[in-house]
């Protein structure tokens, strides 16, 4: 990069200056990810001081069984494959129930775009769940899931969000943005929900006071443009409502485990490579520092790797995601044994590891507990980075 450049762009970040689509463009072209990393750090220092947040959580996926046949995904099962599965409701319950003596917080669900199931379903499954567990809140269902709705009961957005609300919602989930770009799009997703639908939805929701996180799906076909663009358009967006707490970039994933079944469902895995931990590193960076409107930035360590979720610290990311137990849409990040549960005290000590201080926090981003950080008296005890 330019000398000039480079200390035009370092100025801009000093004085909390909005970046543009040509400066977000420039930061990826940039190879020096410790300088990267630094301003980064600089303004998510600005935003969350030296806390890192994390919570207590758990993924239910009720069905697989799913319509869309997305080029990247592995999850999706077809109505008579073997492995294709739906649970009843009074399932879903017990499921639920079994993880509620691990001091739960949030249950985030997320399901395939089942073709059979009745809008009934849903509702009904989120108050039977309430019920059984009143105390943990219920993140539910991305803006695609809510366009298929629609589709299949007749109502609109906004009264799908009203009857789930009443019966327990309390966030919807980020998915469903992989890339927005239509120059991407088209060759990745297999439904019905781009941008318009996706960006309506997720304005009806913060109209109704809802909080919601925001994702991005990088490393697969797309370009640096392509994720300037997508982060710009989710900016204007939290312009206009306020209501996205985080955003997470989610790393494309090769099939590792439902491969095994002989059937590779990932038809971008032929052609792709992963992105590698440095591309990773310098995706948290550039979003934090174009995403300024947005108080958060998550880095899912199932996603990413344990190594590289700790690194993601120093790059922009306060939000290290949660417990997780049997992430079934994704899984070993690194393909080298990334574990399918963190307990409450693997977090705290990865939190500490890397330099900072763990809080734990509700669905909404409000602080349950906060916890000491590094023993400054150790000497080999790491420090967040000076800025």
């Not at 600005?46 to 990247?72: E, P, Q």
């Not at 919602?169 to 770009?181: K, P, R, V, Y």
Request: charged share 30%; hydrophobic share 35%; with cysteine.
């Amino acid at each position: 990069m330019d000398v000039g450049l480079k200390r035009e762009l370092e100025a801009k970040v000093h004085a909390g200056e909005r970046l543009t689509r040509e400066d977000g463009i420039a930061l990826y072209e940039s190879d020096d990810l410790a300088w990267l990393g630094g301003l980064a750090h600089e303004v998510r220092t600005r935003k969350n001081g030296d806390v890192v947040h994390f919570n207590v959580n758990r993924h239910l996926n009720m069905t697989n069984v799913c319509t869309a046949s997305c080029a990247y995904c592995s999850f999706q099962r077809k109505p008579g494959e073997k492995d294709a599965y739906t649970m009843r409701i009074e399932e879903a319950v017990r499921l639920a129930k079994a993880m509620e003596n691990e001091n739960l917080t949030e249950l985030h669900i997320v399901n395939g775009l089942h073709p059979t199931l009745p809008w009934r379903y849903y509702p009904r499954s989120l108050r039977e769940l309430k019920k059984a567990l009143p105390n943990v809140s219920l993140k539910a269902f991305t803006a695609t899931e809510i366009h298929h709705f629609e589709t299949i009961s007749g109502l609109s957005a906004s009264e799908i969000l009203d009857e789930l609300i009443d019966a327990g919602l309390e966030s919807l989930t980020g998915g469903g943005a992989e890339i927005f770009d239509w120059e991407v799009r088209q060759h990745i997703v297999d439904h019905a929900t781009h941008w318009e639908d996706w960006s309506r939805i997720h304005r009806l929701a913060h109209e109704k006071g809802l909080k919601t996180p925001s994702t991005m799906l990088y490393g697969h076909i797309e370009e640096p443009r392509h994720r300037v663009d997508h982060v710009l358009r989710l900016r204007e967006l939290q312009d206009e409502t306020g209501g996205f707490q985080v955003f997470i970039p989610l790393r494309y994933q090769h099939d590792f485990v439902d491969m095994q079944d002989g059937k590779v469902r990932n038809r971008l895995q032929a052609r792709t490579t992963m992105a590698t931990g440095a591309e990773a590193l310098k995706v948290f960076a550039v979003s934090r520092l174009l995403f300024d409107n947005v108080p958060h930035v998550k880095c899912f360590w199932v996603m990413h790797g344990l190594q590289t979720t700790q690194l993601a610290l120093q790059h922009g990311a306060d939000d290290m995601d949660g417990s997780v137990v049997e992430y079934k849409i994704t899984h070993d990040a690194d393909n080298y044994g990334t574990p399918n549960k963190l307990t409450r005290d693997d977090l705290l000590e990865l939190i500490r590891d890397a330099g900072f201080r763990p809080v734990e926090r509700n669905t909404r981003y409000e602080a349950i507990r906060e916890y000491p950080g590094p023993d400054p008296e150790r000497r080999e005890s790491p420090q967040p980075m000076r800025v």
